[in-house]
């Protein structure tokens, strides 16, 4: 029996081949399997993924959860030589439809493929990435009895709201303990399917603004002195967009730096006939490496001290949210063992070498690779990423099938020490 790389890819390759199609139905039935986040609840999927493994004679997955209805999945194969440890890793929930609800063409539930892209939440972020994973261990193991190495699966609940009940969890219970590096299916796409390897992972800070004014009868605001909450903080709201410039160190892969934006989230008032007494808005911050949560409250605190004296009479706070108060940036180095063996994959099914690039949003690496201390790289998966988090996301059918091969062949190459 052959032991050589390359023959064993090319064995792979066969299997996918004979597999090619199975990895649409099975992105069909998650997407069909509801996990909207919020409320939160990846049961659907999981079951989805646990007949998947079963079907394809995988290992049972370790159900790891912090609450019963928001289940990890954890598989491990491992080869007969000894090599590094790879996993590979998707979310199960996705945003909820929301308000963009009447924009989709399509059931947002129901997968729907037009002219080559399959039409779903959760498509392109993430469920397509899942089932070409489960495909792609399937090949693994089939060459398993010659490779090199360990492959580990870990589809995780919760990213979408921090990823407190997934990677944050598994990473306190020593779930990742052995395992070298990790590769995030995210979507890499941003203007087309595959255009960059996302080795550094944008970090999150999302906090409030609240503005309080007077809240009496709206009758009077002429008679005696008032101040509109709402009209004070819409002031503030596009002062602070003016004013604040979150300082950040530069990096040759973030050359913007920080995305800001201001106003995500607003609301006050009570309705007709009363004026309002708070309101308040919500901001973001997509962080770069470098950036820490001290400094940007100092600069969150010097603009908006600047920006007081402009709503006389009105009380101006904010505050961190609790939990998505701050999510750090990681980065995984250009030469990294895990960037070689995934390059090396992508040429051999894309016909070309990606540029190494930053990942716009957050992700589970922040966990992961900066509290579990386990490289882990942003974002490579089919998909791209404008169309999360929107009406009528979708995935190309080519992505997924291209997605097999490139992860099958990374966890091959990342074994035998690539």
Not at 142 to 162: M, N, P, Q, W
Not at 229 to 249: D, I, N, Q, S, W
């Amino acid at each position: 029996m052959t032991t050589n790389r390359l023959d064993l890819a090319a064995e792979m390759r066969t299997f996918l081949d004979a597999h090619r199609h199975e990895v649409i139905a099975l992105t069909e039935r998650l997407v069909a399997a509801p996990s909207p986040n919020l409320p939160g609840d990846e049961t659907a999927p999981a079951a989805v993924v646990t007949a998947a493994l079963a079907h394809y004679g995988l290992p049972a997955p370790e159900i790891l959860a912090k609450e019963p209805h928001r289940p990890n999945l954890v598989v491990r194969i491992t080869a007969a030589n000894p090599g590094p440890h790879l996993a590979l890793c998707g979310h199960l929930d996705t945003k909820p439809v929301g308000e963009a609800a009447a924009e989709w063409r399509t059931d947002p539930f129901v997968p729907t493929t037009i002219d080559g892209k399959m039409y779903g939440l959760g498509s392109t972020d993430m469920k397509g990435a899942c089932a070409a994973m489960i495909l792609a261990a399937a090949a693994f193991q089939s060459v398993a009895d010659r490779a090199a190495g360990s492959l580990t699966l870990l589809f995780t609940a919760d990213e979408e709201y921090g990823s407190h009940l997934g990677a944050k969890y598994l990473t306190e219970i020593g779930a990742i303990r052995g395992i070298d590096a990790i590769l995030l299916g995210e979507p890499a796409g941003v203007h087309e399917d595959w255009d960059a390897v996302r080795v550094v992972s944008r970090g999150f800070s999302g906090f409030r603004v609240m503005v309080t004014g007077t809240q009496t009868h709206s009758s009077i605001s002429d008679q005696l002195p008032t101040v509109s909450a709402v009209e004070a903080m819409a002031k503030v709201m596009t002062g602070l967009r003016r004013e604040l410039r979150p300082a950040f160190p530069p990096h040759p892969l973030c050359p913007t730096g920080p995305t800001i934006n201001i106003g995500v989230r607003c609301e006050g008032g009570v309705g007709y006939g009363v004026l309002a007494g708070h309101a308040e808005f919500w901001s973001d911050i997509r962080t770069t490496p470098g950036m820490t949560k001290a400094q940007l409250g100092r600069d969150i605190d010097t603009a908006l001290e600047k920006l007081r004296p402009e709503v006389p009479g009105a009380t101006v706070t904010w505050e961190f949210h609790p939990t998505l108060g701050w999510i750090d940036p990681t980065e995984v180095s250009a030469d990294h063992p895990m960037v070689t063996a995934l390059l090396d994959a992508s040429i051999a099914v894309l016909g070309a070498e990606p540029p190494l690039a930053f990942f716009p949003g957050a992700s589970d690496a922040w966990p992961f690779h900066f509290i579990g201390g386990v490289p882990t790289l942003a974002a490579w998966g089919p998909g791209m990423l404008p169309l999360a988090h929107g009406p009528n996301e979708y995935v190309s059918l080519k992505s997924l099938q291209e997605a097999c091969d490139i992860f099958a062949l990374t966890a091959l190459n990342f074994g035998f020490g690539l």
